[in-house]
């Protein structure tokens, strides 16, 4: 069963680039089928779609964060990562990957999640 | 953006009671609903897809209904492992949005 894992620095300085990457394990990312995403949630708020991924490299932003938002991947150690430069404190959250259902527009749910990495921007 | 609205956002409910959740629309988005289940200090757990149908695993007392506008999502016979928050997400049209949730605490 596929599994995701989170991994970055907890701590980030105003201005600064947040990246993230997500390891997944027990499925190929190259495999294809799916699209790999980040989605956050500000502590003890909703849930916010960041963007998600193809193995072929093409994305999706969201764009209320597209300006400042780029999601890569890895097909050789089979992870996709996070960027999202200019933080402010606003950025502060739990930063979560997640597997989409599929590639058709009516497969665009959420499974299985990472278990969420929290993000604190700081000086 | 769709945006989205959840009720009640906080419903107080004991074990063995029915529950209802309700998800509402700002435009129709046919049957492009998911719920999802949060406990604290998790990620959300997929429960249902295409509005009804129920995530691999996930107990036969949830249950999800409705299509355009209004959703709702149903549990028959709360148990204790059920209380935490509920999300439900449009995958509709870009960007995929979520609700503001509702949190299911014990009376």
């Known amino acids: 069963q596929v599994q995701l894992q989170e991994s970055g620095p907890g701590l980030v300085k105003p201005s600064q680039t947040l990246s993230l990457t997500c390891t997944v394990s027990?499925?190929?990312?190259?495999?294809?089928?799916?699209?790999w995403s980040w989605i956050r949630q500000h502590p003890g708020k909703g849930l916010e779609w960041i963007g998600y991924?193809?193995?072929?490299?093409?994305?999706y932003y969201n764009p209320s964060l597209k300006s400042r938002v780029t999601i890569s991947v890895d097909t050789s150690k089979n992870q996709f990562s996070l960027k999202l430069s200019s933080v402010t404190a606003a950025d502060t959250a739990v930063y979560y990957c997640?597997?989409?259902?599929?590639?058709?527009?009516?497969?665009?749910?959420?499974?299985?999640w990472g278990q969420g990495t929290l993000v604190t921007v700081s000086s | 953006v769709i945006w989205m609205t959840q009720s009640p956002s906080l419903l107080s409910a004991s074990t063995g009671d029915r529950v209802t959740i309700s998800c509402r629309m700002s435009?129709?988005?046919?049957?492009?609903l998911a719920w999802y289940q949060q406990k604290p200090g998790k990620a959300p757990e997929l429960l249902i897809y295409?509005?009804?149908t129920l995530q691999s695993g996930v107990p036969s007392r949830f249950s999800g209904s409705g299509s355009g506008t209004d959703f709702t999502l149903t549990i028959s016979c709360l148990q204790s492992e059920d209380f935490a928050t509920y999300y439900c997400?449009?995958?509709?049209?870009?960007?995929?949005?979520f609700g503001p949730g509702t949190k299911v605490d014990i009376k």
């Open positions: 997640a597997r989409v259902g599929g590639v058709v527009a009516a497969s665009n749910w959420f499974d299985p």
């Open positions: 027990g499925g190929s990312i190259s495999s294809g089928g799916y699209y």
């Open positions: 991924i193809y193995y072929s490299g093409s994305t």
């Open positions: 435009q129709g988005i046919s049957s492009y």
């Open positions: 295409a509005a009804s």
């Open positions: 997400q449009q995958y509709y049209s870009f960007p995929f949005t």
